[in-house]
């Protein structure tokens, strides 16, 4: 009686280790999409905005304020940023695979076997 309920014990702490590893995943892979989709947009407005002149006028987003500037003082901040972002996502998926390979580590060390995912 005594193994069964050690063993249902076991049992439910991998379980929640588990839930912790596939929640942690989920929460990387959103932040990458994300990310991902930031990095979209600034490349598209860099795109747009590079054959322009740099004089021409243009607006931008600074803090939920639109601001006025000209192409020329705009792009490059917009470089920056984008670069940034880049720097950001190449991390976040680094972050996403070793949290995988821990996760694969974990399931062969604790011989757990994922029935339904």
Not at 44 to 72: A, D, Q
């Amino acid at each position: 009686m005594a193994h069964s309920q050690v063993s249902a014990k076991k049992q439910q702490e991998l379980q929640q280790q588990y839930t912790n590893f596939k929640n942690n995943l989920q929460q990387l892979a959103d932040r990458i999409g994300n990310v991902e989709q930031e990095t979209e947009e600034h490349k598209l407005v860099l795109e747009t905005l590079k054959p322009l002149p740099g004089e021409r006028k243009c607006f931008r987003m600074i803090n939920g304020v639109l601001v006025e500037r000209t192409v020329k003082d705009v792009l490059p901040a917009l470089q920056i940023n984008a670069d940034g972002l880049k720097r950001v996502l190449d991390e976040l998926v680094k972050q996403y695979k070793r949290q995988q390979e821990d996760m694969e580590k974990w399931k062969k060390k604790n011989n757990v076997q994922v029935v339904q995912q």
